[in-house]
């Protein structure tokens, strides 16, 4: 008889999905025989269907109603599901599961949206919290754990790294894209990832603070560094002013901007082109930490402690009151050029070759 699969229904944001597959290699140490299923967003399958250690992938739209999924998951049972959104439609489908055991988010008999007592580490520090919101934002700032550390202790598993991995054809494209540019020398080669979308301006460089940092960064290496302009179609405008103001200044770099429009896949890869990665709390620094790319990481409203590093990069975090308050309009003032330049020439000294 075939062991039932494992199910883990995480659809959302992309950077926690992708940080969420460190818990991967413990659950097939811990259940060797158990494959694995993954339930996601249609817009995070790629995240997760390259993962060695997932066996499949069910893409979901999130605005389909509950039946259009609880038919993806009709007639199979489950060895232990876990539950991971709070969403009240992902947790009514959890609670309709056919499972030997259920770790996460569902819904009660009441409607009451709750979560399982193995996974009040994390769920008691968001939405779902079981102590009410003030509680929940105090724990959020007191918490010293990283996400696959906490996670592994919470499943009953050995905490593993997340890990991303790339088509060869996303790897040529992004190897045809330093050739054009003739990206080969000078190194180091960074990218700059110091937007965050549209969501959270308290995430993000300034323009003028990120044209500061990569000109300190030019000057302290003599000129020989090149920056890569990184992110999203929010950050298209954002981009093209960045790339204006660095190749025109008083102190010009060279600067090639990626775009803006590019697949998860192929934003992925070049992301793995670089030798160091200066980047907001996004998508693209857990993209980094999943291929194994130094980063350099500044924090304004969000969690510095929950993001692992692995020993290769360094974290700026804001010294203002609000940090780690989830406030879109928290205080980045102590977030200075300076602070950031200073990681980047540690992280870049401390990887030798680079120095």
């Known amino acids: 008889m075939s062991t039932a699969p494992n199910l883990i229904i995480k659809t959302g944001a992309l950077g926690d999905v992708l940080r969420t597959t460190s818990i991967l290699p413990g659950l097939r140490e811990h259940h060797p025989d158990a494959p694995v299923v993954w339930l996601t967003a249609h817009g995070?399958?790629?995240?997760?269907?390259?993962?060695?250690?997932?066996?499949?992938?069910?893409?979901?739209?999130?605005?389909?109603d509950l039946a259009v999924w609880e038919s993806a998951l009709a007639g199979r049972r489950f060895a232990r599901a876990f539950s991971l959104d709070d969403e009240r439609n992902l947790c009514r489908l959890a609670s309709g599961l056919d499972c030997e055991r259920l770790s996460g988010a569902f819904e009660g008999a009441d409607g009451t949206l709750a979560y399982t007592d193995d996974v009040a580490p994390w769920f008691d520090m968001g939405l779902l919290s079981r102590h009410g919101q003030q509680a929940a934002d105090r724990?959020?700032?007191?918490?010293?754990?990283?996400?696959?550390?906490?996670?592994?202790?919470?499943?009953?598993?050995?905490?593993?790294?997340?890990?991303?991995?790339?088509?060869?054809?996303?790897?040529?494209?992004a190897a045809a894209f330093a050739a054009e540019h003739r990206l080969e020398e000078p190194r180091p080669l960074i990218g700059l990832n110091t937007g965050a979308g549209g969501r959270w301006e308290s995430k993000q460089l300034t323009v003028e603070t990120t044209v500061e940092l990569a000109v300190r960064i030019g000057r302290a290496r003599g000129g020989?560094?090149?920056?890569?302009?990184?992110?999203?179609?929010?950050?298209?405008?954002?981009?093209?002013?960045?790339?204006r103001e660095l190749s025109a200044g008083e102190s010009p770099v060279r600067v090639v901007d990626t775009g803006c429009d590019n697949g998860l896949l192929d934003f992925a890869a070049l992301v793995d082109l670089c030798d160091l990665l200066v980047t907001s709390d996004s998508l693209a620094l857990h993209m980094a930490v999943a291929r194994r790319v130094a980063c350099v990481c500044f924090f304004a409203p969000t969690s510095a402690a929950e993001i692992e590093l692995y020993g290769s990069g360094e974290k700026v975090v804001s010294t203002a009151a609000d940090v780690c308050s989830y406030r879109p309009d928290a205080d980045r003032s102590t977030l200075s050029a300076e602070r950031i330049a200073a990681a980047v020439g540690r992280v870049l000294t401390a990887r030798g070759s680079l120095s």
């Open 44 to 64: 995070a399958v790629d995240l997760v269907r390259t993962h060695p250690l997932c066996d499949e992938v069910i893409g979901v739209n999130l605005t389909d």
């Open 139 to 173: 724990l959020k700032i007191t918490n010293r754990e990283s996400h696959p550390a906490l996670f592994a202790r919470m499943l009953g598993i050995t905490p593993g790294r997340s890990e991303l991995v790339l088509p060869r054809e996303a790897l040529d494209r």
């Open 224 to 243: 020989r560094v090149v920056f890569l302009l990184l992110g999203g179609p929010e950050e298209s405008e954002r981009n093209r002013r960045l790339a």
